[in-house]
C-alpha cells in the first residue's frame, strides 16, 4: 500500500469513571478546532445547566431505559449475490456501510452489536444500546479489504467490531487515532490528515482514498481533543464515493466537485437536536451533498441510537420531504436495503 501519509501514534490510558466517560461521551463534549482549514466549533461545558440537562435526559433514554427488545432490520443484504462488475452498497445500520466497489470490499465505521460505549472486557458494555439491529452480523461479512474509521466517538469506533477482524484489512483512519487499535488484530493502519491520500493496491485497479475535511470533533474521551475526524472520498474505476463521516454544515465539500461529480454521497442525517454545532439536518445534509455534485445520496446516522431529542423517524422523513421533487436520488431509506449504482 503506497501512501502519502503520516503514521502518528498517541498511547493515552483510559482514566475516567465508567458513568462520566460515557455521559462526556453522549453529550459531544470537547469538540478541537482545526485552524489552518478555517474550521472552529463552540466547546459545550458540563457547567451549562442546559447542557448537564441534556446529558442526563440522553443517559437515561440511551442506557437506563433501555431494557425493551431491539427491533429487527428492515431487510436484511444478500452480498454474495452482488456482482463484482458493479458499485453497490448496503446500510447495515448508524454510519455502518457495506460497499463492493468494483470488486473490492468497504466497510465504514464499523458498529456490529448491541451496545456501544465503555466495554469492560469479557463483561459487558456500558453505553447506549441499539433501537435496531445491524442488517448483517460481523459473522455474515463477505471478506474485507478496506475499513474506513471517520473519527473516534465510541458509536464510529467499536473495539467489539474491530477486534474481529484480521491483520489482512487495509484500515484508514484519522490523525492520532491509531493508538485505539492496538488492542486488536488489525496492523495495516494509516492515518490521513485532511487532503491527503493513499493508494490501495488492489485487483484490477488501485483504489484511492482521500481524507476531506468535516465540522465535527474527534475526542474519545474528556481530555483527548488532540484526535483528528475525516470524511472520505474513495475513487476506482472513474467512479467517486463520498463518506462524509459526522459533519455539521460546512462549504468544504463544494472543493470535491471541481474533480467532478460524486456518484453516491453517504451523509449522516441525525442527532442534530441539540448538537446541530457537529451534526447537520436532513436538509443540511442534501445541501453539502448538491456542492459536492452527488448524483445519488444515502442518508445514515439514524434510526440506530438514540443520540438526540429528534423522534426516530423524523430525520427520514424530513430527507424524503426535502428532496420531494427528485425522489429517485435517495439511494435507499430503511435498515439493511440495497443500493446498485446505475452505470
Known sequence: ??????????DTPLNTSLR???ILHWSYLNPIAQ??????????????PRVRRWA????????LKSR??????????EPAKWSDARVTAAWLGHSTVLLNFFGVKILTDPVLFARIGIRVPFLFTL??????????????????????????HFDHIDWRTLSQFDSSVNVITAP????????TRLRGVTELKWNEHTAIDTPSEITKVTAIPVKHWGARKRHDDYRGYNGYLIERNNRRILFAGDTAMTDSFAELRRNGAIDLAIMSIGAYNPWIRSHCTPEQAIEMAND??????MPVHHQTFRLGFEPLREPIERFEVALGKTPDRIALREIGETFVLPL
Open 1 to 10: 500500500m503506497e501512501t502519502r501519509a503520516h503514521n502518528l501514534r498517541s
Open 20 to 22: 462520566r466517560a460515557a
Open 35 to 48: 485552524l489552518e482549514m478555517k474550521i472552529s466549533i463552540a466547546k459545550p461545558n458540563l457547567s451549562n
Open 56 to 63: 442526563s435526559y440522553l443517559w437515561r433514554e440511551a442506557i
Open 68 to 77: 425493551g427488545p431491539i427491533a429487527p432490520a428492515f431487510t436484511k443484504p
Open 127 to 152: 453505553g447506549p444500546k441499539r433501537l435496531t439491529a445491524p442488517a448483517l452480523t460481523v459473522k455474515e461479512l463477505p471478506k474485507i479489504d478496506i475499513i474506513l474509521l471517520s473519527h473516534a
Open 176 to 183: 492520532c487515532t491509531r493508538d485505539l487499535l492496538r488492542w
Open 292 to 297: 459536492a455534485g452527488a448524483r445519488f445520496i
